[in-house]
């Protein structure tokens, strides 16, 4: 297994990591991965998955990668490469993937082989956090058995605030550069990413919802649910006391729904409900506007 070095050249790292012919050279290096499970924590962006997946990669007996899957292979496709950061739902062709295409299977026997190089050795239960997985679920439940998905929904409101502000437009060259998706692009990836969960969910074996108020609320409770639907044993009783690094801030675990919320316009509120109300509905989420 190659190791993170823990230094100041970590995003240096791993952004040459994500160079294609860096993983290609690195390919006759990997090898075969067979687990236990393949653990695949899915959501829409800014929705509490990189803070479960963390928190899950503390179990002893659960494995995670250092960054997201489809940075680390050159077969997975990713909304940044088509200049949409956090943004699949603009080139949703270009990250689906069918699981009966020709040569689906040997597509996936690449991209394990490519990943190998960033588990960690033996280990049986490997988790990956890729957010435009969610687009490809039927591939991945195909093609990485058996696949366990835990899918991680959060306010939508905060979600679509989330994404508007924290797109990196400059790095990938986006269209929005200079101004920063319209709000309304933002309440439509969260809509469009329940749209096909609520599509996908039924053709898959084994699929576990949490929301992020009651993970963020309720923790130990969440992680006990999620280890049942992995039938593995509890979390560590001490994995609360832990702080945890998400995108570069410092924190526990907590619900940061109000500082979201707080950033909304009544503009904002109003567009996100017409975009998205029924998906609003579905989960109780309160209707700021009222209507």
């Known amino acids: 297994m190659f190791k993170l070095p823990q230094n ?3 995003k240096a790292y791993l952004t040459l990591l994500m160079q294609s012919p860096i993983q290609r050279c690195l390919l006759p290096f990997g090898h075969k991965l067979s687990p236990d499970r393949w653990i695949f924590v899915v959501g829409c962006y800014n929705s ?3 803070l ?3 928190v899950l990669r503390k179990h002893p007996m659960l494995a995670g990668m250092l960054n997201e899957g489809a940075f680390l292979t050159d077969s997975l496709p ?5 200049g949409w950061p956090r943004m699949w739902s603009q080139c949703l062709s270009h990250v689906q993937m069918d699981p009966g295409q020709t040569g689906a299977a040997e597509v996936a026997e690449r991209i394990k082989k490519q990943w190998s190089l960033w588990y960690p050795k033996g280990s049986k239960n490997l988790i990956e956090k890729s957010i435009s997985n969610l687009a490809r679920m039927p591939y991945l439940q195909e093609h990485f058995k058996p696949a366990y998905f835990i899918y991680v929904v959060r306010n939508g409101y905060a979600v679509s605030k989330g994404i508007q502000r924290k797109a990196n437009y400059k790095r990938w060259n986006c269209l929005y550069r200079n101004g920063g998706y319209p709000i309304e692009l933002c309440a439509e990836q969260w809509r469009l990413s329940d749209e096909i969960v609520q599509t996908d969910k039924e053709k898959l074996n084994n699929f576990l919802t949490v929301t992020y108020e009651e993970f963020t609320d309720r923790p130990f409770d969440t992680l006990n649910t999620i280890t049942q639907f992995l039938e593995i044993p509890p979390m560590p009783n001490d994995i609360l006391d832990l702080g945890w690094s998400v995108h570069e801030i410092d924190s526990k675990i907590k619900n940061m729904n109000t500082q979201g919320l707080a ?4 503009g904002d509120a109003e567009t996100i409900e017409k975009v998205a109300g ?3 509905a579905r989960y109780g989420y309160f209707h700021l506007t009222g209507n």
Do not use: I, K, N, V
Not at 78 to 82: D, H, K, N
Not at 263 to 266: A, V
């Open 8 to 10: 100041y050249f970590e």
């Open 48 to 50: 509490g998955t990189t």
């Open 52 to 54: 479960l997946a963390s």
């Open 78 to 82: 990713y909304p940044e490469q088509m």
């Open 263 to 266: 950033r909304l316009s009544p």
């Open 278 to 280: 029924e998906a609003l």
